[in-house]
DNA sequence: TCTGGGGTCCTAGGACCC
DNA sequence: TCTGGGGTCCTAGGACCC
């Protein structure tokens, strides 16, 4: 007996999130064109969409686009908070959830029928209770595979669910424009066209061996993948971040003295650093983002011998690459400077209940003997001695 | 459409190792 | 002795995503 497949991935998507916030928020937003800056729009409400606004346009074209425009600054907190009520709703929803941004995840609803009822249901109830209990507009896409439940979610918005039935697949993917495979954005629609491809049923009729020839390998075999609608991905929990990073536009070029530029390094470096000790990651490869006033951009990285969090090692580390970039920043305006962390390890620890009255040393080596059996040839990075006083752990020794 | 801040993955060359 | 085949890691850049 053959079953066919039910679509039971689903792709969530908030709509106009930002700026949907700033509605919910302000009552006096709501139906009015509004613009989240400031600088660059980083979200457009629908009303404001409707005039032609686009995120990542600058805020003086956005005003040429919709004068009536209300400008509003971003309240990241805001949105942090919001997101986690929504994600707190996914969760209650699928217990396999797949988040892809800070509006956005995938959810697997498979084998779900008999507690939360079919797909299609379940995904209504999620649009609901997002509603009802966040007070945002939010999108859904329902198919068989990641990659068509998130066309289906972008076909659908704002505020809308779609789902794509196992027998309509090709019928619904094969109109589409090329920016609708996932990977494809400016230069690789381009490079299509000038290939005669415009649509995913075009792309589809080619051979495999032309897109790796105008794509390169793994963008033009998964164009292939993806047009003929094969895409084996499984939603899964998150995989751990790769890189943590912070940057700062500087806006117009102009000559920067060496402690400018140091003291924006330190910054940088402090955010990073502390983010990275909060998430209990440490990294070794120290990467220095730099963009010019034409907007060309640069990276120089180093690695360093072992992973850390520390302030101080990361520090040398970014002004040895800055120092390293000198020349090439000197000859060009530079308006942007960033760093990442990257190559993160987790930054296991264990705590120890160590008698008192004995020699430290004896105490540190015996901690550290027992790191190194636990956890084998694992550089020890840091180690932090603790006394507890009436419950409240008090650092004694460090490193 | 002239630009913010946060990320991901892929490619390619070079150094180095066995 | 100047050379095969396999691999890893590092660095830099490109494209893409929200």
């Not at 400077?337 to 390890?345: F, H, K, S, W």
Request: aromatic share 4%; glycine share 8%; proline share 6%.
């Amino acid at each position: 007996v053959f079953v066919s497949p039910q679509p039971t991935v689903l792709h969530a998507d908030l709509d106009a999130f930002y700026a949907s916030v700033e509605q919910r928020d302000d009552p006096a937003l709501r139906g009015r064109p509004v613009i989240v800056g400031p600088g660059v729009c980083l979200a457009a409400s629908y009303e404001a969409k409707a005039y032609g606004v686009r995120s990542g346009m600058g805020a003086a074209a956005a005003r040429r686009a919709c004068p009536d425009a209300v400008f509003v600054r971003a309240r990241f907190e805001a949105y942090t908070e919001a997101s986690k009520a929504v994600f707190a709703i996914f969760e209650e929803t699928s217990p396999v959830v797949e988040a892809l941004s800070i509006d956005e995840a995938f959810l697997d609803v498979r084998g779900l029928e008999h507690i939360r009822g079919t797909p299609v249901a379940i995904a209504r109830q999620l649009r609901s209770d997002v509603r009802e209990r966040v007070g945002l507009p939010i999108t859904v896409g329902l198919a068989r595979t990641k990659f068509l439940a998130k066309v289906a979610s972008a076909c659908a918005k704002p505020d809308g669910l779609l789902v794509v039935m196992p027998d309509r697949e090709l019928e619904f993917l094969h109109p589409l424009p090329v920016q609708a495979l996932w990977g494809v954005g400016g230069k690789t629609a381009a490079k299509l066209h000038a290939a005669g491809l415009t649509t995913v049923g075009e792309v589809a009729r080619v051979p495999e061996t032309l897109l790796v020839e105008v794509c390169g390998r793994a963008a033009g075999r998964q164009l292939h993948a993806l047009s003929h609608n094969r895409d084996p991905r499984r939603v899964r929990p998150r995989v751990r971040r790769r890189s943590i990073g912070s940057q700062h536009a500087l806006g117009r070029p102009r000559r920067r003295s060496p402690e400018e530029l140091d003291a924006v390094l330190v910054g940088l470096v402090d955010r990073v650093t502390r983010r990275m000790r909060k998430a209990r990651r440490c990294g070794r490869t120290v990467v220095l983002r730099v963009r010019f006033g034409d907007y060309t951009r640069a990276t120089r990285s180093r690695t360093m011998v072992r992973a850390t969090a520390q302030t101080e090692p990361i520090l040398a580390t970014a002004r040895s690459v800055l120092a390293a970039a000198m020349p090439l920043i000197e000859t060009r305006g530079l308006t942007l400077l960033g760093i990442a962390v990257t190559n993160l390890e987790d930054n296991v620890g264990i705590q120890l209940a160590l008698p008192l009255g004995r020699e430290r040393e004896a105490v540190v080596d015996a901690a550290v003997d027992d790191v190194r059996a636990r956890f084998g040839t694992a550089a020890i990075t840091r180690g932090v001695l603790v006394g507890r006083d009436r419950g409240i752990e008090v650092p004694l020794l460090e490193d």
